[in-house]
């Protein structure tokens, strides 16, 4: 996926160099690469932080300790 958002910011990249003026390239690069790109990363990413969100509930909410169920007088 990264490689993906790599390509995408170089093709951005050589579109705001060949821009007429400095602040054309600057605003395509911000909202034809960096806009787009970091939603898309975001929108990506969700299954892998909704992953990890259960994961920490889960790690949480397991005892830490295999005897904490044994009695005291065993």
Do not use: K
């Amino acid at each position: 996926m990264y490689i993906i958002a790599i390509a995408w910011l170089y093709v951005v990249l050589i579109a705001a160099i060949s821009d007429t003026t400095v602040v054309g390239g600057m605003l395509t690069f911000v909202f034809w690469g960096l806009g787009p790109l970091a939603l898309f990363l975001w929108l990506a990413g969700t299954p892998a932080r909704r992953r990890a969100a259960t994961r920490r509930e889960t790690a949480a909410e397991a005892p830490l300790n295999d005897r904490t169920e044994s009695d005291i007088d065993q």
